[in-house]
């Protein structure tokens, strides 16, 4: 819904990742799908989060590479 587009806008304002594309390609990935346009634009916003903490973890270089899970929409 328009609360999602919103949130991707925002997003897409300030970083060069395609984060709807990302979520998207998550969502079949892992089977998600959402009871209203507010459940999904809390989960977009999470999942998020979640891509560029993990980005930025893996930006250190350690030894053990993270990527989103199941769960990256919490």
Excluded: C
Aim: proline residues 1%; positive net charge.
């Amino acid at each position: 819904g328009a609360m999602l587009y919103t949130v991707v806008a925002a997003l897409a304002y300030t970083s060069p990742k395609n984060y709807a594309a990302l979520f998207e390609s998550w969502k079949e990935a892992h089977g998600k799908a959402y009871t209203s346009s507010t459940a999904e634009a809390k989960a977009f916003s999470a999942f998020a989060h979640n891509e560029d903490a993990i980005t930025q973890r893996n930006a250190l270089k350690r030894k053990h590479l993270k990527r989103v899970s199941r769960t990256a929409d919490h």
